[in-house]
């Protein structure tokens, strides 16, 4: 890394903890209480110039790279506030855009993503398939100049607030993962074959709004299938996971960082016994291997950063990454917990809410289980 792009990333991650320390973070109640965060702030972290920073800047993006895009990903767990779901937003819609749409299509969506006037979404899951994605119903048929897209999703991040949605379905049921097609859709409450479902209740980031999704007869111009081909869908979402599940890896190194501070400080400044926590063998031998397995995964986390800004990251990498970092993230998070005592079960305090909010990251962008035969697979 050059000194100008450290002393670069540096300036970012004051700018981007500074917006997510102040005006996301104290905002946390509120936004739980809603189910979705303020869609203010996506506006202002487009003023900001921190979304769609490795999309090129003549599509409103900041022109740099995925390096830049893991400082935002990083700072926003480390801030212990995920309301705003910019791994998608961010992180993963603009990148299937970028890849696969036209460019007349590029200069409609992504400027408006990039300032935040919209929400991006991406609708892949659904009831029953989880991460079989090849098993996905929700079908698409040509009819004239159009498409019609009938069918429902669930688990959608960003689903209640979303402006344009990437939707997989089926545009030939017979052909299996051959079949799978990706299509954008531009929608609103009043967009007709369009309808938001309920905002489902989460044990954590429970202001994040993830909803289902139902299509019934919604209609897209046909140039709205990304990459012009049917049955691509299959290879496109393969080719763009990976991305997906290093920003897992990312936000579970951010995890990681706050509950080390947050407990470090706290086991030193309570006593117990008449003596500071951190005076406990038990304590500091935790806190010694915690803070062990904070500098491997740093170490790990930046070297896979390294081979995506490359062009180097694969399949069985980006797996290991999203498999191992969120192993060790719940581990982690669940020790620090331990050591604040009754103290870490109250939602007041930070690893509370780090802990539930934290479980998700075995599961989704594809279970750990699924991750170990991807990684199998590579053996």
């Keep these: 890394m050059t ?21 996301v973070a104290p905002r946390y109640e509120e936004f739980a209480a809603d189910g979705e965060p303020d869609r203010a702030l996506y506006r202002r972290a487009g003023e900001l110039g921190l979304l769609l920073m490795s999309i090129p800047s003549e599509y409103g993006g900041g022109g740099a790279t995925f390096a830049h895009e893991s400082v935002l990903f990083r700072e926003q767990a480390r801030a212990g506030d995920l309301s705003m779901q910019l791994g998608v ?29 919209w929400i991006g979404a991406i609708a892949m899951t659904e009831p029953g398939t989880g991460s079989d994605l090849q098993a996905i ?3 698409a048929v040509r009819d004239g100049d159009e498409y019609v897209i009938s069918g429902a999703k669930t688990f959608i991040s960003n689903g209640a607030t979303c402006d344009l949605v990437i939707i997989a379905a089926k545009t030939d049921p017979a052909q299996g993962a051959a ?15 369009f309808r938001r479902g309920r905002k489902l209740k989460k044990i954590g980031q429970k202001g994040q709004d993830t909803t289902e999704l139902f299509f019934d007869g919604l209609r897209i111009p046909a140039e709205n299938l990304l990459g012009g081909t049917e049955g691509h869908g299959f290879i496109q979402l393969m080719q763009q996971l990976p991305q997906e599940r290093l920003i897992i890896g990312v936000a579970a190194l951010g995890a990681v960082e706050a509950a080390y501070e947050h407990t470090l400080t706290y086991v030193k400044e309570r006593h117990a016994f008449g003596k500071p926590l951190f005076a406990m063998q038990n304590t500091r031998f ?5 803070a062990t397995t904070l500098d491997v995964m740093q170490v790990f986390v930046q070297d896979a950063i390294d081979r995506h800004v490359r062009g180097d990251l694969d399949v069985k990498r980006a797996a290991q990454i999203k ?11 669940d020790r620090c917990l331990q050591l604040h005592g009754g103290y870490g079960y109250m939602e007041e305090y930070p690893i509370a809410r780090l802990y539930v909010d934290s479980r998700i990251s075995k599961i989704y962008a594809g279970a750990n289980e699924v991750m170990k035969d991807l990684i199998a697979r590579q053996l």
Excluded: M
């Excluded at 937003?89 to 299509?105: C, D, F, K, N, T």
């Design 179 to 193: 079949g799978v097609s990706l299509l954008v859709a531009e929608v609103g409450d009043d967009t007709p074959g």
């Design 323 to 333: 498999l191992w970092c969120s192993e060790q993230q719940t581990q982690v998070v």
């Design 137 to 139: 119903k929700t079908r």
């Design 3 to 23: 000194e100008d792009l450290a002393t670069e990333l540096e300036d970012l991650t004051v700018l981007a903890r500074e917006f997510f320390t102040k005006e």
């Design 286 to 290: 935790e806190l010694a291997d915690i």
């Design 89 to 117: 937003h961010s992180g993963i819609v603009p990148h299937y855009l970028h890849a696969y749409a036209r460019p007349e299509q590029l200069n409609r969506w992504l400027p408006k993503l990039a300032s935040g006037e």
